[in-house]
């Protein structure tokens, strides 16, 4: 069974970084894509970026430029470091494993982390 635990998620004003944390368990994470999503309230979950096994990676429009989605096999660890932040990036953040490369999620999803963007 694989376990993820996100971490790193907090209060930040506009335009200042975060950077979040994925700690694997349980899996073969070298050979696994892993993800990260966002849902705000009232809102759906959305995919936000997503790296493969082979460190390549893919982001969502939205995004694009200001986040960056890194791995560590050695530590099975995921991170999202943000930068640039604005009050829509406002949401409960979600590492997952094993998200297909259109960015379809797997089926095992971290608790969540929640980040906030205010002044």
């Known amino acids: 069974q694989v376990q993820l635990v996100d971490s790193g998620g907090g209060l930040v004003q506009p335009g200042g970084s975060l950077k979040l944390s994925c700690v694997v368990s349980?899996?073969?994470?070298?050979?696994?894509?892993m993800g990260w999503y966002r849902q705000a309230p009232g809102k759906q979950r959305e995919f936000v970026a997503r790296?493969?096994?082979?460190?390549?990676?893919f982001y969502s429009d939205s995004v694009k430029g200001r986040f960056t989605i890194s791995r560590d096999n050695t530590q099975n660890t995921v991170y999202l470091q943000m930068s640039s932040l604005q009050p829509e990036d406002t949401a409960v953040y979600y590492c997952?494993?094993?998200?297909?490369?259109?960015?379809?999620?797997?089926?095992?999803w971290g608790q969540g982390t929640q980040v906030t963007v205010s002044s």
């Open positions: 790296i493969s096994a082979g460190e390549g990676t």
């Open positions: 997952n494993y094993g998200p297909n490369p259109r960015g379809i999620p797997g089926g095992d």
């Open positions: 349980g899996g073969i994470f070298s050979v696994a894509a």
